[in-house]
């Protein structure tokens, strides 16, 4: 039962207004006493010609009410509905209850692939800080898609292709001291590769030998391909275990050096559809028509671009996985290169570009500065993500000393603050990075949500269960039962919100409107009520507060501990 959309479609079809404009106007009366929806009719008042109270008298006198609708009213301006609040009740609790685990999931997307690219690092490079928003956004977005029923590919385009390579192994050549990579650490090779640059500004024919290394590479010679191959493996076991604490999974690592042989066909087919052009030496698609600098194929010197990489990526992926949607989560900053990209695509006539999105967001930065792998002035994510685990650990030592298996709780609610502190606002804010914002642990935050989570597992366990058979809804028409309902009942509508707009926060703001409605039954119902059927109801109520909590933290990359 959606009866928000249901009184969306009663007022359509009373105005002839679509019903998607007008469900995004329904609002929930701050006092439950005005109703439980309220449709604000000035919203209509340029479109109609009429003032808002004549428009509020004029729909409740044309309205057939929707199922579960008993009467509107007006009040001023607002065209105010009253719910069956028993058979509401009743229709959400089950359905939660009946659903577990799938409560907010549907199966629209089934039979249709969408790709997801997200996280994208480079290997021998840091995992840091500024990572995060690319990793934690699109893992939710993997998770939101797939619990609508879609069969996503979460692919991390390796940045695995690039003279940098040639610098790496000059630099481990030089200064690595004979150490096997196999025994060394990223952290060591960013050292080496931060040397490279220190020297490279004193002696320039660094360059010409770094360069010379990746030509090697490329020909496949032996020694080169075999330096390259193993600073890859370390780095990705290095990240595994970074992805592994963040819950984070990949059906793809194909990054820039499995496009290599790709490319060659995408230029042939520019070429022969006309849209390459010479310029300078390079081999440009000029975009000046819609407002936008060319779009560099072929630098003069014969080098590909991302560009390139990505047209060929696009194109591998549309005929391997055939997808319905290509997202792809990456910076703002890149916000030209994807118009350049998706123009280009356009203009070959894939018309699928269509179905390619760039997810935009804001960028991480520290209070000193931004991060710069070249100076080293960097913040691994695995050591803010270690430093807030032994943080919570002491928490939990302190508030919870006989609880068992501590560093399991700390780890879930440790990792939950920093993935918590991405996801709680609109991804195109930028975050200012420091431990102190980071590591809070007052408000709404990932560890408030989690401990709510908790206690309505620690109410349920000393309750002992409930008779899930027998649940008589009707019981709870009270003003903090009847706000943590609706709460619940939001949540299946936020989760197609949060695919359509490609915002995981809407469910992180979803989740603490449960926790917060939770909260305040918690402290004002008495759950365990000398009434047996009370008590079972409001059990019942517990137990779908938990589902829907412990559903929201999955979709936004949290763990739902069940003690803290």
Known sequence: MDTRNDIALAISAATGIDAAELLSYIEIPPDSSMGDYAFPCFRLAKAMRKAPAAIAAELKDKL??????????????????FEDRAGAAAATIMRVLNEGENYGHSSEGQGKNVCVEFSSINIAKPFHIGHLPSTAIGNSLNRIYKALGYNTIAINHLGDWGTQFGKMIVAYKKWGGGKPIEESTVRELV??????HEEA?????????????????????????????????????????????LGVEFDSYNGESFYEDKMQAVIDELDAKGLLKTDKGAKIVDLSEYNMPPCII??????????TRDLAAAIYRKN???????????????????????????????????????VNFGMVSMEEGTLSTRHGNVVYLEDVLNASIEKTLDIIKEKSPDLEDKEAAARAV?????????LYNSRIKDTSFSWSKMLNFDGETGPYAQYTHARCCSVLRKANGYDKANVDCSLLSGEAETALIKAIAAFPETVKAAAEKYEPYLISREVIDVCSCFNKFYYDCRIMDDDPAVRNARLALCDAARICIKNGLYLIGLEAPERM
């Open 298 to 307: 072929v630098k003069s010197d014969g080098a590909t671009l991302y560009a």
């Open 201 to 245: 500004e004193k002696d320039e024919s660094l360059n010409d030998e770094a360069r010379a290394w990746f030509r090697k590479i490329e020909q496949g010679d032996a020694e080169a391909v075999d330096l390259w191959q193993r600073m890859k493996t370390l780095t990705l076991k290095e990240v595994g275990e970074v992805y592994k604490l």
């Open 191 to 196: 050292k080496l590769y931060v040397r490279f």
């Open 414 to 422: 440790g990792v939950g603050a920093v993935v918590w502190g991405i």
């Open 320 to 358: 391997t996985y055939d997808f319905v949607k290509s997202i792809y989560v990456v910076a703002y900053q890149q916000n030209l290169h994807f118009q350049q990209f998706f123009k280009v695509l356009e203009l070959m006539g894939k018309t699928w570009v269509k179905d390619c999105v760039h």
């Open 64 to 81: 057939t009410l929707p199922a579960g609708i008993t009467r509107a009213e007006v009040a001023g301006g607002y065209l105010n509905f």
